[in-house]
Every structure is written in structure tokens, then in C-alpha cells.
């Protein structure tokens, strides 16, 4: 007999919850309790990063907002079901108590990405003595620009004669960041490596008996050092930033707003990640975040960024674009989702004459030689403005690609990107996808 809504659901498969259910206020505070629990206090730097480290990390707090997330949808569930791979989700949840370790970041899984962290930082640290530019500079710098990748620089105006531009490790790409330290030194730039500095006599002792309480402190720790580093070595006014997916941005920042440095920093996409932050200014893509954001952050004032765009002229459109959004495919709903997108693409392609594809990712290892389910991938926009419809589920694509056509954002029973963007962003419902897209096409 399966399980019902007044079963206490455990074991719940967490592959096939879409991710946007972590990125909630509801999340957010089921960390929160379970960092506070654990640290026996529910105030301070420590419960803060704590928090922020179980948000992405900790399969507990995920089962929890999950079962939270089930107990809501259970009603579309218990009728028809997403389509396969993802199956019945009600059927791969079981009833009891959920036996929570003591340790929730104590995987070794998770130590060692820790540790390759670490290492990655520390490498970075010693690589920075001897690569990096400053002959632009006048006089001592200013302001300071962490950065990761293009992104990073993409989102300020920066003064080159006043600005030193610090680069961070980028696990993700490794060639995507050794293009844009190229780009740094082709165009000028002040820049050079950096990295957290992270106690090894602490890391390592750490990795063979964890403590989420000890992690908090490594993390804290690093962030206030590097604060105080910036400050020794810099004696900087300001801080342009976009690091709110990082632990210890709060610990991190508050040291540094304590000795009077502006900080700013941008959202670099549309998503919701430590709900412990502390800005001067946070300039942010939507109302959604903000109220995220307000929670647990401490923010001086938010900005909305300015989301006009120019439209491209009206054409007959010649291709169909779904978006990439590294959707892992592994029988998840998002993956369920996309397929059915796919599906519908191929659909409309065929019947209107018209190409196919999908936009792969920048940071995608996949190969632009390849597809899926039959449909072409391309690295490049391949079409004049106008040219192409483009489709995703919650991507930050959505409010860029729009300067090249129309876009539009694509939901089904159980996944709702007007969660991310708001309630007046442009959402077709899967089962409407194809009638919609054909009258864009084959009427236009």
C-alpha cells in the first residue's frame, strides 16, 4: 500500500525534487533550526555560515523540505503521474521516523570536495604571488572586485586605475576561467589570484573526524581572516562582489562593513542561495528575491536591476531553442520536464519546417557534436534577432535571451518558474506548449 499525506514520509528520493524547492524561505529556515539546534544558539556568525552551509549540503534539512514540498503537491500527484523516467514520486517515499545523523556534513563525499576546496584556495594563494598585473594602477587601489569568471566582470563598471580584480577558484570550468584571466591581462587589467586562507592544521584534523560545528568555524574563520587580509593589503573603500552562493559571505562581509568598507553585490542570476548575507547594496533580478533575501540577510538597501529590453524586430521565426540548463538526466522531474519540452520541440520543428536545438550551457562538458532525444546542440546563437523562439524552465537565460526573441518560460503541474521570476513573467503551461508554438510559427 503506498503512502499517504498522514504518513511521516522518510527516505525521500531527492534526485527527483526540482531544485527551486530549496531555493525558499521555507528552506531557509529549516537550516536555520537545524543550525541553531546543532550549535545550541540561534544567534551569531557560527549559526549563520552553519546555515548557509547546510542550505546547499545538508540531506537532512533537503528531506525535510521535501517531505514539506510532497505533502503540498500530493493531491497532483495521487492523479496522473509526471511522465517517465521520474514515475511516482508518492510510491519512492516510505512512512517512519527519519533517523538524522548527529553530523549532517560528514559524507565523505562532501569532505572531500571540502578538502579540494581547500586545496584549490591554497593553491591559488601561492599562485598569486607570481601571477597577476598592477602597472595600470594609481596609487594604491580603492576598490576590489571578487571574481570568478567573465560573469563576475560583466556585472560592474569597473575603474580600471582604482580597481584591483581578484580571481577565485572556478571548479566548474577550468577553461572558461583561464579565458577570462587571458581576457584580464589582454585588457589591462589589475588582477591577480586569491584564495581563502584556510588552516590546514585545522582542515585536516577536521577531515578525519567532522564536526558541522567545527566546519561553521573553519568557514567563519577564513572568511574573517581573508577580510582582514583585503584590509592590510588593500586599506580598500569598496567591495564589488557577486557571492552569494558562498558559506561564509556573511562572516566574510560583516568584518568587512565593520571596518567601514562598502560592500556591493549583484545577483548573478535569478536563484536563491545563503539566506545569510551582509551587504551595503544588493542588487537583485526580481521581488522574489528580495523577500527571500530579507529574511535572514542584512542588507542596507536592494535594487532592483533594470530589467528593459529591447525587443528584437518581428520575423518568421526559423528554429525552436531550448535553453540548457545542466539539467542532469536522471529521472528527475526537471529532467521529466525537459524532455516533454524537447519532445514538443521536435513536434513543432516537423510540422513547421523549421530547425531545432538546444543552447548548451557555458559551462556544459557536453560536446556541441552531439544531441538529445534527436535535437542538435550549439554553443552559438545562430540566428539574427527575431529568428528563433527560446525555451527554458527557470534559467536567468530567460531575462538576456529575450534581446534575441521571444522567450518563454515553460512550467507543468509540480514545477512553477513564476516561482523564481515572480507572478508576471511569461509562463506557458507544458500541455499548452505545442498549440502555442505552433500558432507562433506556422501562423506567424
Not at 136 to 143: D, F, H, I, M, S
Not at 224 to 247: I, K, P, V
Not at 380 to 389: F, K, L, V, Y
Not at 415 to 443: C, K, N, R
Request: aromatic share 10%; hydrophobic share 40%.
Amino acid at each position: 500500500m503506498g503512502a499517504t499525506t498522514s504518513d511521516v514520509l522518510r527516505d525521500v528520493d531527492l534526485s527527483v525534487i526540482p531544485s527551486i524547492v530549496y531555493e525558499t524561505v521555507e528552506h531557509a529556515r529549516n537550516c536555520q533550526q537545524a543550525a541553531s539546534e546543532r550549535l545550541g544558539t540561534s544567534t551569531g556568525v557560527s549559526v549563520a555560515t552553519l546555515t548557509n552551509l547546510y542550505m546547499r549540503n545538508s540531506s537532512k534539512c533537503a528531506t525535510q523540505t521535501a517531505r514539506q514540498y510532497i505533502e503540498r503537491v500530493s493531491d497532483k500527484l495521487g492523479g496522473p503521474q509526471p511522465s517517465a523516467p521520474a514515475g511516482n514520486l508518492v510510491q519512492r517515499a516510505v512512512a517512519g521516523d527519519f533517523p538524522a545523523p548527529n553530523e549532517q556534513l560528514s559524507s565523505v563525499a562532501f569532505r572531500f570536495r571540502f578538502l579540494l576546496r581547500v586545496l584549490a584556495h591554497r593553491a591559488f594563494r601561492i599562485m598569486g604571488r607570481f601571477v597577476g598585473e598592477s602597472s595600470v594602477l594609481v596609487g594604491e587601489p580603492t576598490t576590489v572586485l571578487r571574481s570568478w569568471v567573465d560573469v563576475s566582470l560583466d556585472l560592474f563598471e569597473v575603474e580600471k586605475q582604482t580597481t584591483v580584480v581578484l580571481v577565485y577558484p572556478f571548479p566548474l570550468s577550468i577553461s572558461r576561467q583561464l579565458r577570462y584571466i587571458r581576457h584580464l591581462r589582454a585588457n589591462g587589467f589589475a588582477y591577480r589570484l586569491a584564495g581563502f586562507p584556510y588552516r590546514l592544521r585545522s582542515v585536516i584534523p577536521w577531515c578525519f573526524r567532522p564536526s558541522d560545528a567545527d566546519l561553521a568555524d573553519l568557514e567563519s574563520l577564513a572568511g574573517t581572516e581573508h577580510a582582514d587580509e583585503l584590509m592590510a593589503r588593500y586599506g580598500l573603500q569598496q567591495l564589488l562582489t557577486a557571492e552569494e552562493f558562498e558559506a561564509a559571505t556573511f562572516a566574510f562581509c560583516e568584518q568587512l562593513r565593520s571596518r567601514q568598507v562598502y560592500v556591493q553585490n549583484r545577483a548573478h542570476g535569478v536563484g536563491k542561495y545563503s539566506p545569510f548575507i551582509s551587504y551595503d547594496e544588493f542588487a537583485v533580478f526580481n521581488e522574489e528575491q528580495i523577500k527571500y533575501y530579507k529574511v535572514y540577510g542584512r542588507v542596507g538597501r536592494f535594487e532592483l536591476v533594470d530589467d528593459d529590453v529591447t525587443l528584437p524586430p518581428v520575423r518568421a521565426p526559423q528554429a525552436i531553442v531550448l535553453i540548457d540548463q545542466l539539467i542532469s538526466e536522471d529521472g528527475s522531474l526537471l529532467d521529466a520536464l525537459q524532455r516533454r519540452i524537447i519532445d514538443v520541440i521536435k513536434i513543432v520543428a516537423e510540422k513547421s519546417n523549421i530547425d531545432a536545438a538546444i543552447k548548451l550551457h557555458p559551462n556544459s562538458k557536453l560536446s556541441h557534436l552531439e544531441g538529445r532525444q534527436g535535437v542538435r546542440h550549439t554553443r552559438d546563437i545562430e540566428w539574427s534577432p527575431g529568428e528563433a523562439i527560446f525555451l527554458t524552465v527557470y534559467s536567468t537565460a530567460y531575462l538576456t535571451f529575450r534581446r534575441f526573441g521571444m522567450t518563454i518560460l515553460v512550467r507543468d503541474d509540480l514545477i512553477d518558474p513564476s516561482l523564481v521570476f515572480g507572478p508576471g513573467s511569461f509562463v506557458v503551461h507544458v500541455d499548452a506548449l505545442e498549440s502555442y508554438l505552433l500558432e507562433q510559427t506556422i501562423d506567424a
